[in-house]
């Protein structure tokens, strides 16, 4: 099993330019989550998909838009890029939101830098 | 969402046990709570979870008193390889938030 991956694992993008950062786990797994951390800081939920069909905002939505295509992936895109979204993106995902299926799976992270 | 807090920082040499405690005073009947381990440029990791009294694993131990309002993760002798940033959430329902967690610094 792969886990969770994300594409790219690197980007820098001029402001105002667009991108989508790809997202897929294999778990089969129904809650997938979107987090951006800055330098020094926690992680920030942007976006979360409770289970297929479905998704949510976290506590920094602004300027971000997310797909959840099917089961395993989970896309985040960026519309207008802005210097205030350069950070680490995590995508993560857990089996459901029962106690018993508190484990997160983390990404290795897309270091996104907007000029 | 239950709020956490936590120290910012703890320093400790190799071979102690590691005690960070974390405060979730609003926390709800429902709620329970998870530990996550994070290193550079890596995305956090899971350690541990618990809803009351005392839960271990094979790499930590989560104490927790029985009015819930805290929790206290216990790392029995660590090493350097311990050095990280230790996350507590409150876990309501798949609803948590990350707060900015506590740097172990681990020392010779």
């Known amino acids: 099993n792969a886990g969770v991956t994300q594409t790219p694992k690197f980007q820098v993008l001029k402001t105002g330019q667009s991108m989508t950062l790809q997202c897929a786990q294999d778990m089969n797994h129904n809650s997938m989550y979107w987090y951006r951390q800055d330098p020094g800081m926690g992680l920030r939920l942007i976006y979360y998909s409770a289970s297929e069909g479905t998704t949510d905002k976290g506590e920094v939505p602004n300027g971000y838009n997310v797909s959840r295509l099917n089961k395993r992936e989970f896309s985040l895109r960026l519309e207008s890029a802005a210097p205030s979204q350069t950070s680490v993106y995590f995508c993560?995902?857990?089996?459901?939101?029962?106690?018993?299926?508190?484990?997160?799976?983390f990404g290795p992270g897309t270091r996104l830098t907007v000029t | 969402l239950a709020k956490t807090t936590q120290p910012i920082s703890m320093d400790s040499y190799e071979g102690q046990e590691v005690n960070i405690t974390c405060s979730h005073n609003?926390?709800?009947?429902?709620?329970?709570i998870t530990w996550y381990q994070q290193f550079p440029s890596q995305g956090p990791r899971f350690i541990i979870q618990g809803y009351k009294t005392k839960v271990t694993n094979e790499v930590a131990s989560l104490f927790i008193p029985a009015d819930r309002k805290s929790s206290t993760l216990s790392l029995p002798r660590v090493s350097l390889s311990d050095t990280a940033v230790y996350y507590c959430l409150v876990d309501s329902w798949g609803k948590f938030q990350f707060g900015a967690g506590t740097q172990v610094v681990v020392t010779p």
């Open positions: 609003n926390i709800a009947t429902n709620d329970y």
């Open positions: 993560a995902s857990r089996a459901g939101l029962g106690q018993g299926e508190a484990e997160q799976y």
